[in-house]
């Protein structure tokens, strides 16, 4: 494929390119929180955990530390399940590099949950412990 004929394919440029590219977004987590419970519940959490992280008494920066916590565990699961429907795509069957591929992936979620927690721990601490 030409560099010419990839152009093509993709598209539009300037702000076409940019309103493209937020629909695709968009159709991407309608998507996902259709098709992924994982996702349906983090993004549940998020619609909670975001507001109550703005009323916390603490500094921004720990507000924004907990928010960001909750936008990266979102990221990862979208990006596990993007590498699923991936290997999904290819086929059916069982193969030990299809493995290693949702395998990591998921382990990649483990790690992004267990960040939000004890981010969150910490805030939580810092509000009313200490």
Known sequence: MTIQNAHQLKGKTGLRRLINATRYSRDGIVAAFKNEAAFRQEAVCCLFLIPAAFVLPVETI???????????????????????????????????????????????????????IVVWVCVLLQAFVL
């Open 62 to 116: 720990y507000q924004l530390a907990a928010i960001g916590s909750l936008f990266w565990l979102l990221i990862v699961e979208l990006l596990n399940s993007g590498i699923e429907a991936a290997i999904d795509r290819i086929g059916p069957e069982l193969h030990e590099k299809s493995k290693f591929a949702k395998d990591v992936g998921s382990a990649a979620v483990l790690f992004a949950l267990i960040h939000a």
